[in-house]
């Protein structure tokens, strides 16, 4: 096969150098167009012997377009856009459809590698506009497959199944009687690259739903750390705030003045004074410190005012002997009063305990 390969070269190099010049460009133009498919190390070296200084425009054009392509064939990297774009300024105006068409698509293979990704990919669908108008299929598939590459590089993978749908449809369009293997092949070789698309498509959407899972779960963590964070803090408030609620309540003038009840001599004839202002701070506190009226009035709705006052004394201690007179009651009406709170009110005729302890397990 190395033989072979050398023989080609030398031929190559006969066909250069044994013609006048304008024959010499025009056939070494033509002989490397025929070798680029089968053998593009071939067609190089007959492009590097052809004198770019004997070459017309259209010459030039062809010549620059040809150098782009051998490039493309043998997967060298393009690092300049000098050449194609002449080519392509020289074919825009004088060019046939099928000419046009290769310009614009070797156009945007040298600014894919040029990571010119909005220029690439408007002349990709030019060329491939223009391939279809030319019915040159093959022409279209290859096409169709490099914009598929570019879109897959790009992580377009919805577009890149879309070319390869396109590559396989161009390429059931060709029919070639001489060697109709190579058209089964290549229609095989489009499936096969349409259904690796499909599961590369499948792969990276599995991939990005397990990223964004991930993502989720951090998040997730993160707030349930900060939540966490925060009920520490909540809870912290929440002691301070009742051991100073406590704290108010211990130290008040109202809770003073009703536990000094409970040192009251009974044989006194004074009676205490206590306000209307001090039976609501009363109330006011021990709700505040307790939930006392809230809960009384949700155990039992029909207590009155007179029996929530009742169960604040209870509440702090104070026998019904000590704070009868303040109620403007008798000890023995207050007591029953004190039983039919507790049975009729709070309903709890069965228990045991007495109000004042009831009272205080609120």
């Not at 000094?260 to 044989?267: A, F, G, P, S």
Request: charged share 25%; hydrophobic share 35%; glycine share 4%.
């Amino acid at each position: 096969m190395n033989h072979f390969r050398m023989l080609l070269y030398v031929f190559a190099l006969f066909l250069v150098a044994c013609h006048p010049e304008g024959a010499n460009v025009k056939q070494g133009l033509n002989r490397a167009a025929q070798m680029m498919e089968q053998d593009p190390d071939t067609a190089f070296i007959i492009l590097e012997n052809i004198q770019t200084s004997q070459l017309n425009q259209e010459q030039l054009a062809e010549y620059n377009l040809l150098c782009t392509q051998v490039n493309e064939d043998k997967n060298v990297r393009h690092s300049s856009d000098q050449q194609i774009r002449q080519a392509v300024s020289y074919f825009e105006k004088h060019g046939d459809e099928l000419q046009k068409s290769k310009a614009y698509y070797y156009l945007a293979c040298v600014e894919s590698d040029l990571e010119q990704k909005e220029e690439a990919e408007i002349h990709f669908k030019e060329a491939i506009k223009l391939a279809a108008l030319t019915e040159e299929y093959d022409q279209m598939a290859k096409i169709c497959r490099r914009c598929s590459l570019y879109y897959q590089k790009n992580g377009n993978f919805d577009e890149a199944l879309e070319m390869e749908r396109k590559a396989y449809a161009s390429q059931l369009m060709v029919y070639d009687s001489k060697d109709y293997s190579t058209t089964i092949l290549s229609s095989a070789l489009g499936v096969f690259g349409v259904m690796s698309l499909l599961l590369g498509l499948l792969w990276k959407k599995n991939q990005n739903v397990h990223s964004l899972l991930n993502s989720f779960r951090e998040e997730i963590q993160c707030k349930n750390a900060e939540s966490d964070k925060l009920l520490l803090q909540c809870n912290h408030l929440e002691d301070k705030y009742q051991s100073l609620q406590l704290q108010i309540y211990e130290t008040s003038p109202v809770i003073s003045k009703v536990r000094q009840l409970k040192e009251r001599n009974l044989l006194s004839a004074k009676i205490p004074s206590f306000s209307e202002k001090d039976w609501n701070e009363l109330l006011r506190l021990q709700e505040g410190v307790y939930g006392l009226v809230s809960k009384l009035k949700e155990i039992g709705p029909k207590m009155t005012e007179e029996d929530v006052r009742v169960c604040a004394f209870l509440r702090e201690g104070v026998q019904p002997s000590y704070f009868a007179d303040l109620m403007k009651l008798t000890v023995e009406t207050l007591n029953r009063r004190i039983s039919r709170i507790k049975t009729e009110k709070l309903m709890l005729m069965n228990s045991k305990e007495s109000l004042e302890d009831i009272v205080k397990s609120l």
